[in-house]
């Protein structure tokens, strides 16, 4: 089937690879002529996923809006998520009715504090049961060289789910499926505020027992929050939720942990942007995470103890101080 991806950044264009792996006609839309020269004439993406030599020949590439979305049964959505509602509001009238949305994105809207379901369905008019969201372990440059990884479909209507996860199902790209949309997009979403502290923490020297400790207590925030909003607390023992921190959190290959790291080594907010090789939506979505947790009566140690690195600064042992009260509590 006709299958376009919106956005050929790192993901966007890895996550076609494995469509066009499992049968599919893969047209990319991408905003510079640059990249939709590439991928369509050369079948590469030098400025995005350089690591791939060549792009399968099932896949290719326009800069049209019409062209690229006309025929499609699935779309699926790769940019960045602060950009998401201003990028897709030009498609609303040109998607296929019948069409199924997929978002790939991990991020919360900062201005508006919605996550990407929310974003997406809104900025299309796009009931539930048209939007799946995939979410898991998924460091794209690893899946680009096709190493063995799986992932988490999730839509309302299971059916959807299981369609969506067919599509994209290759020999070493599993599919799981779950109606926990609202489970699987906090926790694609927050693993990366705890990738950036960990990252930070690693950058500043510290070892594995201080990574486990924010991982561990980053998961605990990560669900007591998914929990109040309306998450199926056991999406977060699953690949998307421990699997994709284990991964984001332990590869510097994750901008994230990246972006942390070089926190952590004493870059500022600006230099660690200008370093970092794409983007690192903890950024954003860290004061999205603190007003998340005040909405919902959510203590967020974690995002908020990050949100003064970025916002004030502080260094990396005041961060980790602020993790935990002087009192000795229940873990
Ligand atoms: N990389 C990874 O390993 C994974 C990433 N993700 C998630 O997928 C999403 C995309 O990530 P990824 O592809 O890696 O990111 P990149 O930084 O590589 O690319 C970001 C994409 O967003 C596009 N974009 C940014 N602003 C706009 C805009 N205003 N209008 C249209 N397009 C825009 C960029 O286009 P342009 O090139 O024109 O700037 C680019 O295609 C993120 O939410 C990320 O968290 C999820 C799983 C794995
Ligand atoms: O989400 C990811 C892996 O699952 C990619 O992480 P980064 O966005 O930090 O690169």
């Keep these: 089937m006709k299958i376009t991806v919106l956005g050929a950044g790192a993901w966007g264009t890895a996550f076609g690879q494995v469509l066009a792996d499992a049968g599919n006609d893969v047209t990319m839309w991408a905003r510079e002529p640059e990249i939709v020269q590439g991928i369509r004439d050369q079948h590469h993406n030098a400025v995005r996923l350089p690591s791939v030599k060549r792009l399968p020949e099932n896949m290719t590439a326009t800069g049209d809006r019409a062209e690229a979305v006309c ?36 991020g919360i809207e900062r201005n508006t504090g919605k996550r990407m379901d929310e974003v997406v369905r809104e900025a299309l008019a796009l009931p539930a049961e048209r939007f799946a969201a995939v979410s898991g372990p998924n460091l794209s440059k690893e899946i680009a060289d096709r190493q063995p990884s799986a992932t ?18 290759t020999e070493y790209f599993k599919t799981f499926v779950t109606t926990d949309v609202i489970g699987l997009e906090m926790c694609g979403s927050l693993k990366n505020v705890v990738a950036l502290a960990v990252g930070m923490a690693r950058g500043a020297g510290y070892g594995e027992n201080t990574a486990a400790m924010i991982e561990t207590r980053g998961l605990a925030e990560l669900t007591a929050l998914g929990e109040a909003a309306g998450a199926n607390p056991r999406t977060f023992a699953g690949l998307a ?24 080594k004493g870059m500022s907010v600006a230099e660690a942007t200008a370093a970092s090789s794409g983007v690192a939506e903890g950024v954003p979505t860290t004061d999205a995470v603190v007003a998340l947790g005040r909405k919902f009566g959510v203590p967020t140690p974690l995002a908020c103890a990050m949100s003064r690195v970025l916002d004030e600064g502080i ?14 509590s229940e873990e």
Aim: hydrophobic share 50%.
């Design 241 to 264: 939720g421990v699997g994709d921190l284990i991964a984001t959190c332990g590869s510097p290959l994750s901008r994230n942990y990246t972006f942390g790291s070089n926190l952590g």
């Design 71 to 106: 025929g499609a049964r699935i779309v699926v959505v790769a940019i960045a998520a602060q950009f998401a509602r201003i990028a897709l509001e030009p498609f609303k009238d040109l998607i296929s009715e019948n069409a199924i949305v997929v978002s790939l994105m991990k």
């Design 315 to 328: 260094p990396c042992a005041q961060m980790l101080a602020e993790l935990f009260s002087a009192d000795i």
């Design 152 to 169: 988490v479909v999730a839509c309302e209507d299971i059916d959807v789910a299981h369609t969506v996860a067919s599509a994209c199902a």
